[in-house]
């Protein structure tokens, strides 16, 4: 999330190509977002294994054309049943990076998982780990860890096949964040898990929650407006994660519309335009640093490529946003999912593909002071 103040809308996306197929996940995509960021000033990576820590996010550049893994942030939210649902009917599986502070009632965890879809980390109450997109302090070491592992006891019953995913928020995340992850009990997430479309406004794309709300331009967009620079900006860049935030709506009235009515009006389109769908843990640069999928019952096909844990990978010390892409097809992507958790059901116990539903935590449910402060700015 970034506050209207220090958020500058504009369109300026730079493109860095991808490294080799191996390496593609350790290359590093610079970019600028908010005319605000500098450029990473580090672009080491050891690429000896898939564990490997690297100044690095994970995107969804290696997918094939016209191939989608759509993320959901800050949430859960007052529709995200309903979103979830929604998905899962149209056999689309998604990822939702909670919040802690998000999460009163465990049931929602649960219907995501019984749906198809993955929980991931997004930390407890959505600080800047650096600081940056806040303008606040870098927080330490174990404030760090801190901010994942809250929220780790309140999700690790509902993570898929120890799939442990970390998306930071604002995309805010460097060596220093890394280094204090990965040598804590919370080094079994993978990530940063970045993304390739959603990042800001623009004429020809959009950040849904800047849409809902005036943000720097004071222009609150229809759900339909910004749905249609969703399509420009996925039609432009052609494949990759694209993120979105559940918890968001006009007005933060979720009688008003927002993120989740958005989804219902693009997926239809994007489906006629042939488009496929992938889960977020199944993009090849993502899946290849996670646990293997359990084998299918029935006929097998080749498990997702998997290690035995993920990998917290810092991004440049400039910390800030980082887009990334390839424009070629690498042939690294396989949108066969290892699972087939694509496959239409209606069934939400058939949807998670045998995966084990976790039982609710015993200290889930926290009480969250800013339940009633919606986040009209807040994104990323
Ligand atoms: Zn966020």
Redesign the pocket.
């Given at each position: 999330?970034m506050r209207s103040s220090t958020k500058t809308k504009m369109s300026t996306r730079r493109r860095a190509p991808a490294g080799g197929i191996l390496c593609a996940i350790a290359a590093t995509f610079a970019g600028t977002a908010a005319g605000c960021q500098p450029p990473p000033s580090t672009n080491e990576h050891a690429c000896s294994g898939a564990q490997a820590i690297s100044v690095a996010n994970l995107t969804g550049a290696s997918l094939p054309p016209k191939t989608l893994a759509l993320t959901f942030?800050?949430g859960p939210g007052a529709r995200t049943s309903e979103l979830s649902t929604y998905l899962r009917n149209q056999g689309i599986f998604v990822g939702f990076?909670v919040?802690g502070k998000m999460i009163h009632d465990n049931a929602i965890l649960a219907q995501i998982i019984a749906d198809g879809h993955v929980i991931g980390n997004?930390t407890q109450t959505?600080a800047s780990l650096t600081g940056h997109a806040t303008g606040s302090r870098h927080l330490d070491d174990a404030a760090t860890v801190s901010e994942l592992a809250q929220t780790d006891v309140l999700i690790a019953p509902f993570v898929t096949a120890d799939r442990f995913m970390f998306?930071a928020?604002?995309g805010d995340f460097d060596a220093a964040s890394a280094a204090a992850i990965n040598a804590s009990s919370m080094s079994k997430y993978a990530g940063p898990i970045y993304w390739n479309i959603g990042n800001n406004m623009g004429p020809h794309q959009a950040a849904d929650w800047d849409c809902w709300s005036a943000g720097n331009d004071g222009v609150v967009l229809t759900t339909k407006r910004c749905g249609d620079l969703y399509l420009e900006e996925i039609d432009n860049v052609g494949r990759g994660v694209v993120l979105m935030?559940d918890p968001y709506f006009i007005g933060a009235n979720p009688a008003n519309g927002g993120t989740v009515d958005m989804v219902q009006y693009i997926v239809p389109i994007l489906r006629a335009r042939g488009y496929s769908f992938v889960r977020i843990d199944e993009v090849p640069e993502i899946a290849a640093v996670l646990p293997a999928l359990p084998a299918p019952p029935a006929p097998t096909t080749s498990p997702t490529p998997g290690t035995s844990g993920g990998a917290i990978r810092a991004v440049g010390t400039g910390g800030g946003m980082h887009h990334g892409w390839a424009t070629g097809n690498t042939g690294a992507g396989d949108a066969t999912p290892a699972h087939g958790a694509v496959a239409p059901t209606t069934d939400p116990g058939a949807a998670a593909g045998g995966e084990p539903v976790g039982t609710p935590s015993a200290s889930g449910g926290k009480p969250d002071p800013c339940a009633s402060s919606p986040q009209p700015n807040?994104?990323?």
């Open positions: 999330m942030d800050d990076f919040n997004h959505h998306r928020p604002y935030h807040a994104a990323k």
